[in-house]
């Protein structure tokens, strides 16, 4: 099979995009790569040392760097929530990869999660509102209410290899 244009999952923070990626790219023997965690490697921090020490724009610099560099090495690459508010990286992710969102509905996302510095400063739901629109422009997505494991990876599957 030729291969495929890397799959990029998007979402709101704990939506699954980690754990998705981490399963879907085991069982199909894909390599996998989270950009929180790739950062957190390069930097030497964790999301919340990096905020508080380095702040958002660094971070935020910093993820699109990285994500310019991950797209070429990676078959699936979980974004951050907030990797698309950066319209540099939309784009780039529109055009060399198949950017899939993973919808939740907001009431049943997790309403507290470690290592996440945003959500204690500011409402879930104003964050939520404000990421939203660039999750509607990916050109997939997975309903994860309406679907059980295997019919995610079974569409998943299918995104990966068309
Ligand atoms: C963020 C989401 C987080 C992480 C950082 C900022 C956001 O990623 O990149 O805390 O702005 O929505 P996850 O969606 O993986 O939690």
Redesign the pocket.
Same mark, same amino acid.
């Given at each position: 099979m030729q291969p495929s244009k890397p799959l990029c999952l998007c979402g709101?923070? +704990?939506a699954g995009?980690?754990t998705l990626g981490d399963l879907f790219s085991k069982k199909y023997h894909l390599t996998f790569q989270d950009l929180?965690h790739a950062l957190e490697k390069e930097l030497g921090m964790n999301?919340t040392e990096i905020f508080e020490t380095q702040g958002e724009e660094y971070f935020r610099k910093k993820e699109s760097e990285l994500l310019k560099l991950l797209i070429n090495q990676y078959n699936i690459i979980?974004l +951050? +929530? +907030?990797t698309l508010l950066d319209e540099s990286n939309l784009n780039l992710l529109l055009e060399r990869s198949k950017l899939v969102y993973l919808n939740k509905s907001f009431t049943d996302l997790p309403k507290e999660?470690p290592n %996440?510095?945003?959500l204690s400063e500011e409402s879930q739901r104003f964050?939520f509102e404000q %990421?939203l629109p660039g999750y509607l422009k990916a050109p997939y997505t997975l309903d994860l209410q309406q679907l059980d494991e295997s019919e995610i990876h079974g569409k998943l599957w299918q995104i990966w290899s068309e």
């Amino acid at each position: 099979m030729q291969p495929s244009k890397p799959l990029c999952l998007c979402g709101f923070m +704990g939506a699954g995009k980690t754990t998705l990626g981490d399963l879907f790219s085991k069982k199909y023997h894909l390599t996998f790569q989270d950009l929180d965690h790739a950062l957190e490697k390069e930097l030497g921090m964790n999301v919340t040392e990096i905020f508080e020490t380095q702040g958002e724009e660094y971070f935020r610099k910093k993820e699109s760097e990285l994500l310019k560099l991950l797209i070429n090495q990676y078959n699936i690459i979980a974004l +951050g +929530g +907030g990797t698309l508010l950066d319209e540099s990286n939309l784009n780039l992710l529109l055009e060399r990869s198949k950017l899939v969102y993973l919808n939740k509905s907001f009431t049943d996302l997790p309403k507290e999660l470690p290592n %996440r510095p945003l959500l204690s400063e500011e409402s879930q739901r104003f964050l939520f509102e404000q %990421r939203l629109p660039g999750y509607l422009k990916a050109p997939y997505t997975l309903d994860l209410q309406q679907l059980d494991e295997s019919e995610i990876h079974g569409k998943l599957w299918q995104i990966w290899s068309e």
